[in-house]
């Protein structure tokens, strides 16, 4: 059984910062991807919003939080980090981590989720 847990999150002011975890066993994976979710949305609506390729450290960032999230990890500790600055009121929601073998396609496992609300 796969284990993908997440911690970070929170409540922030917009403007600030937060820094999101996800721990898993990287080397069974190519591709490890965060994404948000909002209220009254299926698993189909989530957002991919950052992504790293686990084999060559390449990286994608969604136009909304490009120069704003940075993705990153450490490999001593199975993690990978999203760092969240300037966040906004509509950066609100639900933010989910994904894990998946293949290097395109469905995301085989997810971490619990964790609530991210900016305040204005």
């Known amino acids: 059984q796969v284990q993908v847990v997440q911690s970070g999150g929170g409540l922030v002011q917009a403007g600030g910062s937060l820094t999101l975890s996800c721990a898993a066993p990287?080397?069974?994976?190519?591709?490890l991807g965060w994404f948000r979710q909002v209220p009254d949305t299926d698993l189909m609506d989530r957002k991919l919003?950052?992504?790293?390729?686990?084999?060559?450290?390449?990286?994608y960032y969604r136009d909304s939080v490009k120069g704003r999230f940075t993705i990153s990890r450490d490999s001593a500790k199975d993690t990978v980090y999203l760092q969240m600055n300037s966040l906004k009121p509509e950066d609100t929601a639900v933010y989910y981590c994904g894990v998946r073998v293949g290097t395109s396609g469905f995301y085989d496992y997810w971490g619990q989720g964790t609530q991210v609300t900016v305040s204005s």
């Open positions: 990287l080397r069974s994976f190519s591709t």
């Open positions: 919003l950052a992504r790293i390729t686990l084999t060559n450290d390449g990286t």
